[in-house]
């Protein structure tokens, strides 16, 4: 790649993730990193009532949604 920029992909720290606030909201992008899922398995899995649902974050029912932190914490800590 003769002088073409790099991207470079940030690895999350998933220490940082899971030691937040157990009150607190995962963004979908989050989710996915701590899970290690894609969005679509995300969105099939909440659809087959598999994955905890998502939350709405503001009054628009069409903003944002995210995923409560002790409920993603508590799959991740059951599914086998």
Do not use: Y
């Not at 996915?32 to 939350?55: G, N």
């Not at 628009?60 to 002790?70: A, C, W, Y």
């Amino acid at each position: 790649m003769a002088g073409g920029k790099r991207s470079r992909r940030r690895v999350p720290d998933k220490r940082r993730l899971i030691a937040r606030d157990p009150r607190g909201f995962f963004s979908m992008k989050e989710t996915c990193e701590i899970t290690s899922l894609s969005r679509s398995t995300i969105d099939r899995l909440v659809e087959d009532e598999m994955f905890p649902k998502k939350v709405p974050l503001t009054n628009d029912p069409h903003g944002r949604m995210g995923f409560r932190v002790s409920e993603v914490l508590n799959w991740l800590a059951n599914r086998g």
